[in-house]
């Protein structure tokens, strides 16, 4: 009879040990967790892929929305870099090639180099060229060229303004997206009663955020590309008119056969008197 006893504390003794630690959280199956503290099968760890659609799936429509954002404002990049390859903005030598070779007096080679090349620099030079050949005024040759520059430059900004709303709208609705993140954390906490689990903010909290995370990970390299691009704009700008007064102007930073005699007779000018 007391063996039976013995046995029978015994088998309870061991039922009670394995019931502890099957409860137990520091137990490495516990929660799923693996020998090493994380989540899943560290044999089969997730793709990026799958972690793509889960962050995907926990950020909801407000991370939907970022990401058709981030694919228009990549698209609309692709087609800027494209456009600004084939009107060769790069190509700057060409201009000046042009340039000097009208100013040493070869005005149809340079009108013919200065037409060979897609550079809107070079193109706006060989319209100055062409309207001082044929002895028209300055005032209607800058006309024409000013129309031709205004409408190239007002073809390489299109398409900026929806960068900038993209830029301007993420971040925006990546804390939106957080708000309303909140709002659903704190009402399944009010949902839970007594019963609080600190899980139920946590997890919401973490999904809030992810939303403002995406939001700024679209806004940025947005912000970054838009203000390359305009400043590409605004450099062409500046070589197509700095170019064109060249055809108009005299290049005075190189010294004359006058300028040397002058400096050989010890000229020096007279400064006008006051008043004259």
Same mark, same amino acid.
């Given at each position: 009879?007391?063996?039976?006893?013995?046995?029978?504390?015994?088998?309870d003794?061991?039922?009670?040990?394995?019931?502890?630690?099957?409860?137990n959280?520091?137990?490495?199956?516990? @929660?799923?967790?693996?020998?090493?503290?994380a989540?899943?099968d560290?044999?089969?760890?997730?793709?990026?892929?799958?972690?793509?659609?889960?962050?995907?799936?926990?950020g909801?429509?407000v991370?939907?929305?970022?990401?058709? $954002?981030?694919?228009?404002?990549? @698209?609309?990049?692709?087609?800027?870099?494209?456009?600004?390859?084939?009107a060769?903005?790069?190509?700057?030598?060409?201009?000046?090639?042009?340039?000097?070779?009208?100013?040493t007096?070869?005005?149809?080679?340079?009108l013919?180099?200065?037409?060979?090349?897609?550079?809107p620099?070079a193109?706006?030079?060989?319209?100055?060229?062409?309207?001082?050949?044929r002895?028209?005024?300055?005032?209607?040759?800058?006309?024409?060229?000013?129309?031709?520059?205004?409408?190239?430059?007002?073809?390489?900004?299109?398409?900026?303004?929806p960068?900038?709303?993209?830029?301007s709208?993420?971040?925006?609705?990546?804390?939106?997206?957080?708000?309303l993140?909140?709002?659903?954390?704190?009402?399944?906490? !009010?949902?839970?009663?007594?019963?609080?689990?600190?899980?139920?903010?946590?997890?919401g909290?973490?999904?809030?955020?992810?939303?403002?995370?995406v939001?700024l990970?679209?806004a940025?390299?947005?912000?970054?590309?838009?203000?390359?691009?305009?400043?590409?704009?605004?450099?062409?700008?500046h !070589? $197509?008119?700095?170019?064109?007064?060249?055809?108009?102007?005299d290049?005075?930073?190189? !010294?004359?056969?006058?300028?040397?005699?002058?400096?050989?007779?010890?000229?020096?000018?007279?400064?006008a008197a006051?008043?004259?």
């Amino acid at each position: 009879m007391s063996e039976q006893t013995e046995a029978a504390n015994a088998a309870d003794s061991d039922a009670s040990s394995s019931g502890v630690d099957g409860l137990n959280p520091s137990a490495p199956e516990a @929660a799923g967790l693996n020998a090493d503290g994380a989540f899943g099968d560290p044999a089969n760890p997730p793709s990026l892929l799958e972690q793509g659609l889960e962050l995907f799936q926990a950020g909801g429509p407000v991370v939907a929305i970022l990401a058709v $954002m981030s694919v228009v404002s990549l @698209a609309i990049v692709f087609v800027k870099l494209w456009q600004f390859r084939a009107a060769r903005l790069g190509d700057g030598r060409t201009a000046q090639e042009a340039l000097w070779l009208w100013r040493t007096g070869r005005a149809g080679e340079a009108l013919n180099l200065a037409d060979s090349s897609r550079n809107p620099v070079a193109q706006a030079l060989a319209r100055a060229m062409r309207g001082q050949r044929r002895g028209l005024p300055e005032a209607r040759v800058r006309e024409e060229v000013l129309r031709y520059g205004t409408d190239v430059l007002e073809a390489l900004r299109s398409w900026f303004r929806p960068l900038e709303v993209i830029a301007s709208l993420a971040p925006l609705l990546g804390l939106f997206g957080t708000v309303l993140g909140m709002i659903e954390a704190f009402r399944q906490l !009010e949902a839970a009663g007594n019963q609080v689990n600190p899980a139920i903010l946590s997890g919401g909290i973490w999904e809030a955020l992810l939303t403002t995370a995406v939001g700024l990970a679209v806004a940025i390299p947005v912000v970054a590309l838009l203000n390359w691009l305009e400043r590409r704009v605004d450099r062409l700008a500046h !070589e $197509m008119d700095n170019t064109v007064t060249c055809v108009f102007t005299d290049d005075l930073s190189a !010294e004359t056969e006058e300028d040397r005699n002058h400096a050989a007779a010890g000229f020096r000018p007279v400064p006008a008197a006051a008043g004259e």
